[in-house]
Structure formats: structure tokens, C-alpha cells
């Protein structure tokens, strides 16, 4: 039986792995309507995102931008769900 702590916990875990979206949308005090309006997408494609789900890299880049970040950051907010196992050339 899960109780309302380990829930949380749970969730917590699940989100630190997904992206970073809620968090930086939060510390920047947008709501998710700000959010979807200056990104030009609807509120459900954040509600997704911020769940976990994954989006198209348009849909990412967008969600950069109206973050105020360079598509540069997109690793910080949405990290690769696995580390290349190479390094591409420069």
C-alpha cells in the first residue's frame, strides 16, 4: 500500500529523470497557459512534456525559447535518456 510520502518520492524520481521543464517554467513564475501561449503551443503539449512524455524536437525548441534558453541548452532541460556511447567529431 502506498502512502502519501513514498508517493511523492516516487514522483520526484520520475520527474528529476524526465526534463527539467516545470522546474525553470516554476523558477521563472509562468504559469503553463504563459508557458503555451509565448511558445506558441497548447497548454496540454506542456501539461504532456512536464509529465514526461516525450514531443517532437520542434515542440522542444519552441519550449527553449520561450524559456528564454538557446536550443545549446536543450541537454539541461531534456536530457538524453542514454549517454552516446560515442563522441562525434568536431
Request: include cysteine; glycine fraction near 4%.
Amino acid at each position: 500500500m502506498y502512502n502519501s510520502e513514498t508517493q511523492v518520492q516516487v514522483t520526484a524520481k520520475r520527474t528529476a529523470l524526465n526534463n527539467r521543464v516545470r522546474e525553470i517554467r516554476e523558477h521563472k513564475l509562468m504559469t503553463q497557459a504563459q508557458l503555451a501561449r509565448k511558445a506558441r503551443i497548447a497548454r496540454r503539449t506542456i501539461h504532456s512534456v512536464e509529465k514526461g512524455l516525450n514531443c517532437r524536437m520542434d515542440t522542444k525548441r519552441k519550449i527553449l525559447f520561450a524559456l528564454g534558453l538557446s536550443f545549446e541548452d536543450k541537454d539541461l532541460v531534456f536530457p538524453p535518456e542514454k549517454p552516446l556511447g560515442f563522441s562525434l567529431p568536431q
